[in-house]
């Protein structure tokens, strides 16, 4: 079964740190580009980050470049995102999410892990 | 770079069908044909119900179907259900190697 589980996610307080994971399965992890997308509450989907299959090539959204960092270990199929200088606004459910191809339609979603950045 | 723009809400009846607009630009909707669409639940992850415009993955209903005419795609879904009562939410790929969602759009079923 193709599977994808967040975790990571927590209360950070603003300018402050938080790394998330995803670790997947269920098919081969090195061949694909990966994303990250988010959900605020009661808000719509936000396209984050993606990374290439080999993990050479990344790609930001305006509204977080310079604060998050994605990567990926091909070895543990793992993928993760890396938030700096956390802000309010950042406060969201983080999906991780397997694309078709790489920048486009994505097929497997994980369940999201919670991020709320509060004082 | 703005949101795509959806409707916020539409409605139908069972058994009835509903289209879904969503508006880009040549950057976007209008310039690729990597044009998404994915069902979501309240509390759940989003499924793909549309890829490339017009595509189904398997295991999607033929009732779902997806076109697009310039900077617009469209979702109809037809013979609505009880089951389809969801938000319905558009992507495209753009032309700065980003991908960008509509707004959503809340789906009930009168």
């Known amino acids: 079964e193709v599977q994808l589980v967040e975790s990571g996610g927590g209360l950070v307080q603003p300018g402050g740190s938080l790394s998330l994971s995803c670790a997947a399965s269920g098919f081969t992890f090195s061949t694909y580009g990966m994303n990250w997308v988010r959900q605020a509450p009661g808000k719509g989907l936000e396209w984050v980050s993606g990374?290439?299959?080999?993990?050479?090539?990344?790609y930001y959204a305006d509204s977080v470049k310079g604060r998050f960092t994605i990567s990926r270990d091909n070895s543990k199929n793992t993928l993760s995102l890396q938030m700096n200088s956390l802000r309010a606004e950042d406060t969201a459910v983080y999906f991780c999410a397997k694309p078709l191809r790489f920048l486009d339609a994505f097929d497997v979603w994980g369940r999201g892990t919670m991020v709320t950045v509060s004082s | 770079q703005s949101a795509l723009t959806q409707p916020a809400s539409v409605s139908g009846s069972p058994g009835q069908s509903i289209t879904i607009s969503c508006t880009g630009t040549?950057?976007?909707?209008?310039?690729?044909?990597?044009v998404s669409w994915y069902q979501q639940h309240p509390g759940t992850a989003p499924k793909l119900m549309i890829y490339?415009?017009?595509n189904r993955p398997s295991g999607v209903s033929n009732r779902f179907s997806g076109s697009k005419s310039g900077n617009t795609a469209s979702l109809t879904i037809s013979g609505l259900q009880a089951e389809d009562e969801a938000d319905y939410y558009c992507?495209?790929?753009?032309?700065?190697?980003?991908?960008?969602f509509g707004g959503g759009t809340n789906l009930t079923v009168l």
């Open positions: 992507s495209s790929y753009t032309s700065i190697s980003t991908v960008i």
């Open positions: 990374i290439s299959a080999s993990g050479t090539d990344t």
């Open positions: 490339d415009v017009s």
């Open positions: 040549s950057s976007d909707v209008g310039g690729f044909n990597y």
